[in-house]
């Protein structure tokens, strides 16, 4: 047994036999059978992960839908068992997995509640203490009687997590639980979260609540199609994540063509500080560091950029020429620097695109087209994507 580890994740994988859709006549069956001889297609949702989880750390989990985020959870609930390898917990498990999960539908909310408490081993008395706590937390008194089934969403996932928490498991997961329900209900889940925390007990939170997430947890696990991109400090990975997306964004529209006498080996962007980034502020200066390799002697070249919105319509551009800044020539490696004093765009994601050709036109040597994916934040209010300052008077008669 572990005295300083709550959970053990070793080598675990999960696959699931996916059915072939059905069939409606004899011949179609036929042909199902001689086209999928080999058996029902499969889907690895988890991909042999390994991590420990230390007793009183509230590990979050993020990543995009069908990541495997669910799956794990309920592995480690015990509601799924591993194809693969084997998870170790220490200590009772309390766990929301779903809306409604673990409530018999034709039962009433006090029947529900007793009868989760008796599959966690708890008596009808250790109940009846916690009963009250239990309603008051859920806030659902004048329909406690009434069968689950009639429950609105809201009412159902209150309930669920009033009774996961007051079980005072040693490890608690909980599933989408901040995406349901109104504000008053979500303050009072990070409240009892952070009292857990207090507490040191273990948790399992997957959110989607980027900002709520990184403010509770310890660490935060990155899932991606059943794999493990990232595990460590809230604000690393979860910058991580967002870089991640943006840059999985541009798969459909980004685009390398060129000669290749010259190639771009690498962007990097830097925000008003020095520091690198791909996140900035409306208004905010942005630097990027254009770095290349020029196999042979290229005289006169042209370096250029394009900044486009998340569907690859460009909104803006512009090269060294343009600006009449010239370069004689280049040879081997080197940088160039593109300043931007201010960006005007509004909030979302943008795309920058790169390229170095002849002066007359005629050759490219590379282009990059829509591959550097950035991040804007804005609290300006307008119409469109770029702002531009304006004002209003108006005329007396």
């Not at 799956?71 to 409604?100: Q, Y």
């Not at 857990?196 to 939170?205: A, D, N, P, Y």
């Not at 829509?370 to 007396?396: D, H, L, M, R, V």
Request: proline letters at 3%.
């Amino acid at each position: 047994m572990s005295f300083e580890n709550a959970i053990e994740v070793n080598d675990v994988a999960k696959r699931f036999k996916l059915q072939r859709g059905g069939t409606r006549t004899l011949k179609s069956a036929v042909l199902d059978m001689l086209r999928y001889r080999k058996g029902p297609r499969e889907l690895w949702a988890l991909k042999e992960i390994s991590f420990t989880v230390p007793r009183g750390e509230t590990l979050g989990i993020i990543g995009a839908n069908g990541a495997g985020k669910s799956t794990f959870l309920s592995l480690v609930a015990g509601t799924m068992m591993p194809t693969c390898g084997d998870i170790k917990s220490f200590g009772t498990i309390s766990s929301l997995l779903e809306l409604g999960a673990g409530f018999h539908p034709d039962l009433t909310g006090r029947e529900n509640v007793f009868l989760n408490g008796a599959i966690m081993g708890l008596s009808r008395k250790q109940m009846r203490e916690r009963f009250d706590a239990i309603v008051e937390f859920a806030g659902i008194r004048d329909f406690i009687d009434e069968p689950v089934k009639h429950y609105s969403s809201g009412m159902y996932v209150r309930l669920g997590f009033a009774v996961a928490v007051e079980l005072d498991p040693d490890i608690l997961i909980i599933d989408e639980v901040l995406a349901v329900g109104d504000a008053e209900f979500q303050r009072k889940c990070i409240d009892k979260i952070r009292d857990f925390r207090k507490r040191r007990k273990t948790m399992l939170i997957v959110s989607h609540d980027l900002a709520t997430i990184q403010s509770i947890s310890d660490r935060i696990l990155l899932l991606d199609e059943g794999t493990i991109k990232g595990l460590g400090k809230p604000n690393q990975v979860i910058s991580d994540y967002q870089a991640f997306s943006r840059s999985k964004s541009t798969k459909g529209v980004g685009r390398e063509w060129g000669t290749g006498e010259v190639t771009i080996t690498g962007v990097e962007f830097r925000d008003s500080r020095g520091q690198k980034t791909d996140k900035f502020r409306w208004g905010e200066s942005l630097e990027a560091r254009v770095s290349y390799n020029a196999a042979q002697r290229v005289d006169n070249p042209v370096f250029g950029f394009a900044l486009a919105d998340e569907n690859a319509r460009v909104i803006y551009g512009n090269n060294t020429q343009i600006e009449k800044f010239i370069i004689p020539f280049i040879e081997g490696v080197g940088t160039v620097i593109l300043k931007m004093k201010s960006l005007p765009m509004a909030q979302g994601t943008y795309l920058f695109s790169f390229s170095i050709h002849s002066a007359d036109h005629r050759q490219n040597y590379h282009r990059l087209d829509n591959f550097f994916p950035i991040a804007i934040q804005c609290e300006k209010s307008f119409e469109g994507c770029s702002y531009i300052e304006s004002e209003w008077t108006a005329c007396p008669k």
